[in-house]
């Protein structure tokens, strides 16, 4: 006859008792080192040893951490006195942190030079770059892009290789309109006596280049002809002086035509008495003196100087007094 006998056995291995649990590390890099956690189940905890390797050979019961960008594999083993050992892996992943680089910018006012910008920021302070650049120019009036150069977005790195370009913001160069007394417009009048020939104002600027300049006397109606004048009068012209890269500068100037005078010069005699005749037979001037007489004279015609004691006695001279002249009676 057979005795049975009841035999219990746990249907939990020892593995599962001790409960070895590894949790990696998954993050962007922030200056700080990062590290795994191991842990088994709280009544094994006390007869347990856990240590730690990143080749698989080398152990401590120091942890591993990690600060740079980049994987570290960790290994874990854990041994207790009655269960054994177990073993299990896991990685401590540091991604690189994402930079903004922003070019540089500028507004600056037209001054004939070129505007040029070669820097450039991130969005972390004092990161430095291998290969990059920002660059830009411009000279007249306008907007013009400052632009980045060896940059791969997601690929380029910071010199520790602890970051990651991932966004570029351009720059920009903007140049403004120098002021109207910048461009310096000047306008020379003209004043004159009537001489028969047209006439008319000057204008000068500083800056030719790009510059047109207009002219109107009535202010409305424009015209790069500068306008003119001949008879007695006087036109006010206005001026203005247009560049893209220039407000607009105005002045005036007048074109002013005088009656023309006439110069008669008498040389006569000293000590002798003489008179000088207009052409309406009145006396100029009458006496007894020496040297030269000038007179402008008001009217045109024959004027007549008369020393009785010369001869001849009478000398003429034709006066047309409605153009510029010197006119002279000598003996």
């Known amino acids: 006859m057979f005795c049975k006998t009841n035999v219990y056995v746990s249907t939990t291995d020892p593995e ?11 993050g962007v890099y922030d200056g700080s080192s990062h590290t795994i956690t191991a842990t088994v189940n709280p009544d094994y905890q006390s007869t347990t040893t856990i240590h ?11 942890k591993p951490t990690r600060t740079a960008a980049g994987t570290t594999t960790v290994y874990v083993r854990a041994t207790n006195t009655t269960l054994g050992t177990y073993s299990k892996e896991t990685s401590i992943v540091v991604s690189k942190a994402l930079v903004t680089l922003t070019a540089g910018s500028l507004t600056a006012t ?9 820097t450039y920021s991130s969005s972390v302070p004092g990161l430095r770059f291998s290969g990059i650049s920002a660059s830009g120019s411009g000279k007249n009036v306008g907007t013009y892009p400052v632009t980045f150069s060896g940059v791969t977005l997601d690929v380029t790195t910071d010199t520790t290789g602890n970051y990651v370009v991932h966004t570029l913001v351009d ?3 903007t140049i403004t309109k120098a002021s109207a007394q910048t461009l310096g417009l000047s306008v020379s009048s003209y004043n004159g006596n009537y001489d028969g020939y047209a006439h008319s104002v000057s204008a000068s600027v500083n800056d030719y280049t ?16 500068a306008p003119s004048r001949t008879n007695v009068g006087t036109t006010t012209v206005y001026v203005r002086a247009l560049n893209d ?3 607009t500068a105005t002045a005036t100037g007048t074109i002013t035509i005088n009656e023309a005078h006439s110069t008669l010069i008498v040389n006569w005699f000293s000590g002798e008495y003489c008179s000088l005749f207009d052409p309406n037979g009145d006396a100029v001037f009458s006496a007894s003196t020496s040297g030269y007489w000038t007179g402008n004279p008001t009217m045109t015609g024959t004027y007549r100087a008369i020393c009785p004691q010369r001869d001849p006695m009478i000398r003429e001279v034709n006066v047309t007094s409605t153009t510029s002249g010197t006119f002279y009676i000598a003996w």
């Open 171 to 173: 720059g920009t160069i």
């Open 210 to 225: 790009g510059t047109t300049i207009q002219y109107s006397t009535n202010g409305s109606s424009w015209s790069t002809t």
């Open 245 to 247: 890269n220039y407000e």
């Open 52 to 62: 730690y390797s990143t080749n698989g050979t080398s152990w401590s019961t120091i």
């Open 110 to 118: 037209y001054n004939r030079s070129t505007q040029t910008v070669y």
């Open 16 to 26: 599962t008792l001790l409960g070895l649990t590894v949790t990696g590390y998954s």
